[in-house]
């Protein structure tokens, strides 16, 4: 067991590592040692998903250009809700 502070309740290791870390680290190291291995095809892989966002955040930009009016959404019992959605 595990005390955090002499307050505390004890903790059992097993809560301890969240399942997502518990599958991230090792897919990150292998993600790593591919990295090295096949540094030409990685550095193309991030080069893709770079240009990727910046086109996806050009054409969400445009989107929202195209949409500055007023939307309103009605929300049962409360009232209705606007918004807009600007630029920057």
Known sequence: MIYTTPNAEPISLTDTPPLLTALAVPLLLVGFFVALSY??????????????????????????????????????????VRFRVVTR
Do not use: I
């Open 39 to 80: 540094p030409l095809y990685a550095l193309s892989a991030v080069a893709a998903a770079w240009v990727g966002l910046r086109l996806l955040r050009r054409g969400l930009s445009a989107a929202a250009g195209r949409y500055r009016d007023v939307r309103e959404v009605p929300l049962p019992g409360v009232g209705t």
